[in-house]
């Protein structure tokens, strides 16, 4: 079944502490994204890559890190998380580029205290 | 500078009514539209796209939009809601050429018996 899946679904930690959250697609995508979702602004996008080796900031990159070694994988990696981070957070991949149908995780919710 | 916009937050209507959700664009070049649905605890799904031709887009579980540039609008109508489209829904838009979306901030639907 042709899916993105995301771990974990839910996470609550503390300030500092280092997290990663891990997604990956089994559709041969070249496109893949984070976004964060919060009450009131929508989906904003964290860092998109277009490839393997290949990432770029989204609106909203400010305490985020990505890395794309290989084409399936695409962690969010947050280094010293803190409160402002608590959100939703969505992993999408699509073929080629973003205008392209995205296809999307069911999300992490994620609590820093 | 593009942006999307969804006037309305928060929509409430009768099973078997019409509905029809806003979505309004500014953007400098020839838009691609999209119309994603969010079900409570899921991912975003596509609903139905907007590339060229047809100005009315048929989508799936019975949505269908209309693109009018003059008013740079992309409004989501269905004839009669049915409670399982209770869910949040959201717009975006993307350019020819261009990597990224644009999401608006979503409308929440409610549908009442």
């Known amino acids: 079944e042709a899916q993105v899946t995301q771990n974990p679904r839910y996470l609550i930690t503390v300030t500092g502490k280092k997290l990663t959250v891990t997604c990956s697609q089994n559709m041969n995508h070249e496109y893949m994204s984070w976004y964060r979702q919060d009450p009131g602004l929508g989906l904003r996008q964290i860092y998109y890559?277009?490839?393997?080796?290949?990432?770029d900031k989204g609106d909203v990159p400010e305490g985020y890190k990505v890395s794309r070694k290989e084409k399936r994988n695409f962690p969010l990696i947050l280094e010293s998380p803190s409160p402002n981070q608590t959100s939703l957070y969505f992993c999408?991949?699509?073929?080629?580029?973003?205008?392209?149908?995205?296809?999307f995780g069911p999300g992490t919710r994620l609590t820093v205290l | 500078a593009q942006s999307v916009t969804q006037p309305d937050i928060h929509i409430t209507v009768s099973e078997g009514a019409s509905l029809e959700l806003r979505c309004n664009y500014s953007y400098g070049a020839t838009p691609y539209l999209f119309w994603y649905v969010q079900s409570p605890g899921q991912g975003l799904q596509l609903l139905l796209k907007?590339?060229?031709?047809?100005?009315l887009v048929q989508g799936i579980k019975g949505f269908e939009a209309e693109f009018k540039r003059s008013q740079s609008s992309f409004n989501l109508r269905k004839p009669s809601v049915h409670w399982s489209d209770a869910a949040e829904y959201f717009c975006?838009?993307?350019?020819?050429?261009?990597?990224?979306?644009?999401f608006g901030t979503g409308t929440r639907l409610t549908v009442i018996p």
């Open positions: 975006a838009v993307g350019a020819t050429g261009a990597n990224n979306l644009f």
């Open positions: 890559s277009m490839n393997v080796e290949v990432t």
């Open positions: 907007y590339f060229s031709g047809d100005t």
């Open positions: 999408a991949s699509s073929l080629k580029r973003g205008t392209d149908t995205q296809y």
